[in-house]
């Protein structure tokens, strides 16, 4: 364990275009740095107008990640939270907008003194004042001050709302100190040709424009489908003042745990440590226990098959963290994942359907999987096809987990099949919700009709199991109540409750109330659980969530 009096700093930034992998690489520096007993956050820097990532399509921007202290923020926060296993806070996620809300209102107060408010220095003040206050904030359960932060900056070099925060930093590795600064620069380096020639050109173009803008990379971290060639990293280091050794091939491995491990092996550990004044060797335990994690998931062969019914199924981003929940399961159960994506309007037997064969190969792919999963959404568009997958999924005895949408779909399906409430719906799906009879799922009457951004129930919330003995209880190991981050403007219609339980469907947890639904259970089924919250948000490797790992269990067999 090293003693750090300054808090050290490395600053990931990112050339050519955008989805390199920077998060990936960030997260993976931060394992590297924790090897050594260093407490490490980080922060994510989005330059975008937006306050957070609450109202951004799934499309667009992949999915929003939910804190404990309900910030919605860039999926990137999950990155980080996942693999330095820490709890981050809204203010964690930079973004423009929070950015000049801030200086706008300090303007509006007079804390200026009357001068004229500009973006050099007032703006670059406030961006180097909010990294140097968050950076100190405890994340890792303790009350100690982390020792290092890494900080990720969004976008790439030259794009216009990315000046503001490249200025920033510039002038922060003078505020911080230089010995105290990392700059690690991520960049491509494509194959063009037919003999498969590794390009550098992008690469020192786009470290030419950062130095142009007063940062100088110490690391340069190279995307390629291949590991460098030597000469390339000596090409680079030439044109792009770094030693050869400081250019790291970013290549393909075979998971994402492996990353760290490729880091380590080139060196980038020292590396960073050189830089930044700390002698890093000491106990690796801890990068030995991520390598024998990242060799077990290559070394599966039995599949497990899970049919994720959604509605975003065309970018996996948007359902990340539910794909890194179901991994860290399918670890725990030493089986290969395999995940069916299945258009749920693809399942919709109440619609005439353009492509027959989408409609069929869908319900195939559905009657093949080992367990069923429904994750969160918005909005009324294959909502019919999800109903009809709760409705398999119960009748076969098919394990399925219901995630927010998922847990109100089970319902609405329960209640029009089981208790005959014809048409039962959620307000959400309804034009008018006023004509709608059997009110399944009501809208919550505290949240806001008129603004949608930062509105909804959000964050860590407490729930209490109601019911002694559960599945679902006992795969949290037995508590007496439970703490899981929410995202919703929906709830299960508590007058319906009573009527619901008494035909075997019991929501085993509820909020503090009594009122609110937050765990279902169907009875005398191998698992068919819904959860009102989002639990893939505190999953880790190492230490899956207990509902998707309910699942995963009773998808290989495993009696619960």
Not at 335 to 349: G, P
Request: aromatic fraction near 8%; proline fraction near 5%; glycine fraction near 10%.
């Amino acid at each position: 364990m090293y003693f750090v009096v300054v808090m050290k700093y490395v600053i990931v930034t990112g050339g050519v275009l955008s989805g390199l992998g920077k998060g990936i690489t960030a997260s993976s520096i931060g394992v590297l740095m924790k090897s050594v007993g260093l407490r490490v956050t980080s922060i994510k820097i989005d330059p975008y107008l937006n306050s957070d990532a609450g109202t951004m399509s799934p499309f667009e921007h992949g999915e929003v990640f939910v804190l404990d202290d309900g910030g919605e923020v860039d999926l990137d926060l999950g990155n980080y939270e996942r693999f330095l296993d820490v709890s981050l806070t809204k203010d964690h996620n930079i973004t423009t907008g929070k950015v000049y809300s801030s200086v706008i209102e300090r303007e509006r107060r007079g804390d200026y003194l009357g001068k004229t408010v500009q973006v050099i220095p007032h703006i670059t003040d406030e961006i180097q004042d909010w990294i140097e206050r968050v950076s100190t904030i405890p994340t890792d359960g303790g009350n100690e001050s982390p020792d290092a932060c890494v900080i990720e900056l969004g976008g790439t070099v030259g794009d216009i709302e990315s000046s503001p925060f490249i200025e920033a930093l510039r002038q922060f590795q003078f505020r911080v100190g230089r010995q105290n600064v990392c700059f690690v620069h991520v960049s491509l380096v494509p194959v063009m040709g037919p003999v498969g020639e590794q390009k550098t050109k992008p690469t020192q173009h786009t470290v030419k424009e950062l130095r142009g803008l007063g940062i100088t990379p110490d690391l340069i971290v190279c995307r390629s489908k291949e590991p460098l060639q030597q000469e390339i990293k000596q090409k680079l280091a030439a044109f792009c003042h770094v030693e050869p050794r400081a250019v790291i091939s970013a290549h393909d491995v075979s998971n994402l745990y492996q990353i760290p491990i490729s880091f380590e092996k080139q060196g980038v550990r020292a590396m960073i440590a050189d830089c930044i004044g700390l002698g890093m060797s000491g106990d690796d335990k801890y990068l030995e226990d991520w390598r024998n994690m990242a060799d077990r998931v290559d070394e599966f062969q039995e599949e497990v098959r899970i049919a994720m019914v959604g509605k975003y199924t065309g970018l996996s981003d948007s359902y990340l963290s539910v794909i890194k929940a179901l991994q860290h399961s399918s670890i725990a159960v030493n089986r290969r994942l395999v995940i069916d994506w299945i258009e749920s309007t693809d399942l919709d037997s109440s619609i005439k359907h353009t492509d027959g064969d989408a409609h069929r190969k869908a319900w195939e792919t559905l009657k093949l999987a080992d367990g069923i999963l429904v994750p969160g959404g918005f909005g009324n568009r294959g909502v019919e096809g999800k109903i009809e997958a709760a409705r398999y999924a119960r009748e076969s005895r098919v394990p399925y987990l219901g995630i927010c949408l998922g847990l109100q779909i089970a319902t609405i399906e329960f209640c029009r099949n089981e208790l005959g409430l014809r048409g039962a719906n959620s307000e959400e799906f309804v034009d008018n919700p006023d004509s709608l009879e059997n009110k399944a799922v009501v809208f919550m009457p505290e949240i806001s009709k008129t603004h949608m951004g930062g509105t909804m129930r959000l964050g860590a919330k407490v729930t209490p199991f109601v019911i002694e003995d559960c599945k679902i209880k006992r795969l949290y190991g037995n508590p007496s109540e439970v703490s899981e981050r929410h995202r919703h403007r929906y709830e299960v219609n508590p007058e319906l409750i009573e009527e619901i339980e008494a035909k075997g469907m019991i929501y085993v947890g509820k909020d503090e109330t009594g009122q609110r639904c937050e765990i279902m259970e169907l009875k005398d089924h191998p698992y068919y659980v819904g959860t009102q919250y989002h639990p893939e948000f505190k999953s880790r490797p190492g230490r899956p969530s207990p509902p998707f790992l309910g699942l995963l269990k009773a998808a290989v067999g495993e009696v619960l």
